[in-house]
């Protein structure tokens, strides 16, 4: 075989070598575009690929107002807490709050009083917050049923409270009739050492 024939016979190849490669590519993509596609009735085609779709995650709202926390009056020889676990959802009227309250008061001779109140409405402006509830359970006849009201002052330096019972001298002597997120002027202070009040500002939607 002269050079010249070689030559020939060498770029045959290259060019048929070429060529496989150029249909094997060519049915690998056809074959992908069938594997993504079904035939219709009517001779068209319909994509059976899934549209890609971006989530957002979507936190769920801020509630509308919040009471929270537990702490003892600063009252020497006697020990009275209040704690709060009072909500109001996002975009809900004040009367729609949820949650409870406890009180407990231990009396210098020892005797401990307290009550359990169902929470039935939240207010808060700022830092202050006034919260009233119905009491569910207590120790002190003749209590159940009865509103009351509580107001905390949820200051930096110090919380503050008061309460609906405040000219009464005792909840038992509260008359009943207290109208909703009613309550006194925070007069008494928290000892800062047992704890906090946590409120939440109002806002609504």
Request: hydrophobic share 40%; proline share 5%; glycine share 12%.
């Amino acid at each position: 075989m002269t050079r010249k024939t070689r030559h020939i016979a060498t770029s045959r190849r290259t060019r048929l070598v070429a060529l496989s490669v150029a249909l094997l590519v060519t049915a690998g993509v056809a074959g992908t575009a069938a594997a993504s596609a079904v035939e219709t009735g009517t001779g068209s085609t319909v994509s059976t690929e899934r549209p890609t779709t971006a989530t957002t995650r979507q936190d769920p709202p801020r509630e509308a107002a919040a009471l929270t926390g537990k702490a003892r009056l600063d009252r020497p020889e006697h020990v009275i807490t209040f704690a709060f676990d009072a909500h109001l959802p996002a975009g809900a009227f004040p009367d729609k709050a949820t949650g409870k309250v406890g009180v407990r008061h231990q009396w210098p001779d020892g005797t401990v009083q307290w009550a359990d109140v169902k929470v039935d409405c939240l207010v808060t402006g700022g830092k202050v917050a006034v919260v009233t509830g119905t009491v569910a359970k207590s120790n002190i006849a003749g209590q159940h049923g009865k509103r009351v009201g509580i107001t905390v002052d949820d200051r930096p330096k110090g919380d503050r409270l008061g309460y609906s019972w405040l000219l009464n001298g005792h909840l038992a002597n509260q008359p009943r009739g207290l109208g909703k997120c009613l309550g006194s002027a925070p007069i008494e202070k928290v000892d800062a050492k047992t704890g906090d009040f946590k409120v939440l500002p109002l806002e609504l939607g």
